[in-house]
């Protein structure tokens, strides 16, 4: 079931014209802006399939770099994104491309400062739901039905019992489980879709432990 | 959820000898663990913004960057007032009120997606419009959102809800199916009747493309809003009247499943089929955006 909850149809509330182009496309903007944590020096952003052809007169763009702002999809500054972005300074490159991906509405963003970069895949699937296909070359299938949390490490013993008890002592429960990674004893990443929400208190505990990297929660 | 298809629904709703919207909520709650309250506000909250969207669309100048769409939901009710229209007046008004969602929504107005944004106007159009008539309590409004999101529910698990993925069928047509169904709870018809209404308004919609002149959700999705919401009007009379569907409702829904995998890409909201590509199509593209480097 892609669509869980009443409303994923009646809402959301957002800044129009289009659910699939404007409010998703923004929500997969605010997933790469919660992925890289801090405002980027620069975007680059490649659109796929219908995303490319029509991402001028939906106002994708308008709508992902919002996203990349860390703004709602019902955030009227949405509008005027592209202005906001260019007074902070933010470089925005939109990149419309011929190749088709598995879904029509497809986004790569990727976004970057002086300190590193992150890249994120998504999908706006109807109604203004997402799907995030990949997270810095890592394949990963994200349906956007639960909060989910995401922690990139060091692949080493223990890690998933430690993140898995600070859970359980604050009775989160789990759904789904995914780990990635890129080699043996280097990068990995995991993904837990939790039934409750993950507060921030829970992400700082989270992040304090060894050997974790970066951690952060979508589809909160 | 407890139910996958409008057959599950109809039937549970008959078991419990409840109306479809309770058991959309009870359903809602169970799912996401939440309070009947919790619930009921956060659609509250919904029909707010679909009420302020009508209202501005009604009285405001409103008019899209493009300049193709607005002003014309005033135009329409400037005429129920002043002529001897020939439909109803209910019908009109809900006509009316569809346009000026939509209208707000080309406009980069906020409003509430149902099932999507390009589809928003249909739902709330005939919700505010068959409330007047009915003169509806305020929770009774609500339910008409629950009811609309139970059939949306379905239709997007089983087929699309989306122009980009099923064509134009898959958004105001399931927008039309949710309304009719919801209004026919709302007039005091029967779950079985909302099914029918659902199956008699699709079946209408089956094979509409998606075809946005210029990519811009205006044309024809404003005129297609309204279209759809007098569709889920007529539909919902007709299953009060007591008129079945031929062709059982969940094997319409599959129906426009399939027809959507068979259309072409052109036809699913790229911009290179049908209105899209018509001379006047191409010269509003041009105009709007200059030349087009895949022109």
Redesign the interface.
Known sequence: ???????????????????????GAARIGRAARKLFNRQPKKAEIYLY??FA???????TDVAIVGGILDFDP?D?RI?DSLKIAEEAGIEITIIPLEENQH???TATIKLMDDEGEIELTGS?????KIEITNINGFDISLSGNSPALIVFHEDRFGMIASVARILADNRINIGKMEMSRKSRGHDALMIIET?QKVSDQIMDQISNLPHVHHVFVIFP | MRFQSIKELVDLAEKENKPISEIMIEDEMAQSERTRDDVMEEMSRNLEVMEQAIHRGLNEEVKSHSGLTGGDARKLREYIRQHDFLSGETLLYAVSQAMATNEVNAAMGTICATPTAGSAGVVPGCLFAVSAKRNASREEMIRFLFTAGAVGYVIANNSFIAGATGGCQAEIGSATAMAAAAIVEMAGGTPRQSGEAVAISLKNLLGLVCDPVAGLVEVPCVKRNALGASTAMVSADMALAGIESVVPVDEVIEAMYRVGNMMPNALKETALGGLAATPTGQALKEKIFGKSPDA
Do not use: E
């Open positions: 079931m892609k669509y869980r909850s009443v409303f994923d149809i009646i809402g959301p509330v957002m800044i129009g014209p289009s659910s699939s182009h404007t409010a399939g219908s052809k029509t991402y001028q007169g939906h106002g019902h009227r509008v879904h029509p509405n706006s699937i109807g109604g203004g039934d």
